[in-house]
């Protein structure tokens, strides 16, 4: 009788691999590809880092130190503009789609209504759908539908629709492991049922808002694509600046641009990592 390999035995390893050797062997090659891996993914970083200080307008040759793509990035009219643009954006944008996940994430789990479920999978639906349909059926919706110029609205709204499902998400994921009785205690001591989702359910759910206020900021701060297709004259964005900036040639000032992104990032996780040692403690 014939012994059928079982899918669930481990696939065997060549002769190299076993043994005391081929552990030693295992551990360096995957030490090995994590370092590469580490630097495909941050050199490029680095070397952009470095040649924002170059004085040299071509990044191709490093010809001494210099702060000047700075100082000319601090006077880029365009850019500050821009920056400001995407700042008012995001800002609008994070606010909206907080309050519209985490009160779309308490209805779906508090009541019971028709439909439910299809409800709640149609709002996933910008998390999946491609942004190139997406703008292009905003900016007709927007243009044709109900005839409203594009410019800060509009903007505003395409990058709410695509970001409070991310808010959602992460406070459903948070509301599963709520003590259903919370609710419950807070409405016999007497407190109202908004009283008792305000002061009970909310700073329970507050990390997943914070995590979800975040990542909706992030995400509508670099956004493209959809900003391409719903955004006017008036209401260009950093991201759509820098591309334009881009194509038409090689620009120290991005560089310089980048650098203050890069390190601005630096200190927003090194200062959560620090709230977050302390809020243990």
Not at 192 to 207: E, G, N, Q, R, S
Not at 237 to 248: C, D, E, S
């Amino acid at each position: 009788m014939s012994a059928v390999a079982s899918p669930l035995l481990p696939v065997s390893l060549p002769k190299f691999l076993r043994g005391a050797r081929g552990l030693v062997t295992q551990r360096w090659f995957l030490a090995a590809w994590t370092i590469a891996v580490f630097a495909f993914l941050y050199i490029p970083i680095l070397l952009l880092v470095v040649f924002s200080f170059n004085s040299s307008r071509l990044n191709i040759r490093w010809e001494g130190f210099t702060f000047k793509w700075y100082g000319e990035l601090l006077s880029n009219v365009t850019l500050i503009t821009a920056f400001k643009n995407s700042m008012i954006v995001a800002s609008f944008t994070t606010v909206l789609a907080t309050i519209l996940g985490t009160i779309g994430a308490w209805m779906l789990y508090r009541y019971r209504f028709p439909m439910q479920r299809m409800i709640g999978l149609l709002i996933f639906i910008p998390m999946v759908m491609p942004e190139v349909l997406m703008g292009a059926s905003l900016m007709t919706e927007f243009v044709h539908l109900f005839q409203r110029p594009l410019g800060y609205v509009t903007l505003i709204i395409a990058h709410t629709t695509f970001c409070f499902p991310f808010v959602l998400v992460g406070v459903q994921a948070r509301l599963q492991g709520l003590d259903p009785f919370l609710e419950e205690a807070a409405l016999d001591l007497g407190a109202t049922p908004f009283k008792a989702f305000w002061l009970v359910i909310v700073p329970y759910l507050m990390p997943a808002i914070i995590s979800g206020a975040l990542m909706s900021f992030t995400l509508s701060f670099d956004e493209y694509i959809v900003s391409v297709f719903t955004s006017g004259a008036s209401s260009q964005t950093l991201p759509l600046k820098v591309y334009g900036m881009a194509k038409v040639g090689l620009n120290p000032q991005l560089n310089a641009l980048s650098t203050i992104f890069i390190v601005a990032t630096m200190l927003l996780v090194l200062g959560s990592q620090l709230l977050t040692r302390k809020s243990k403690i």
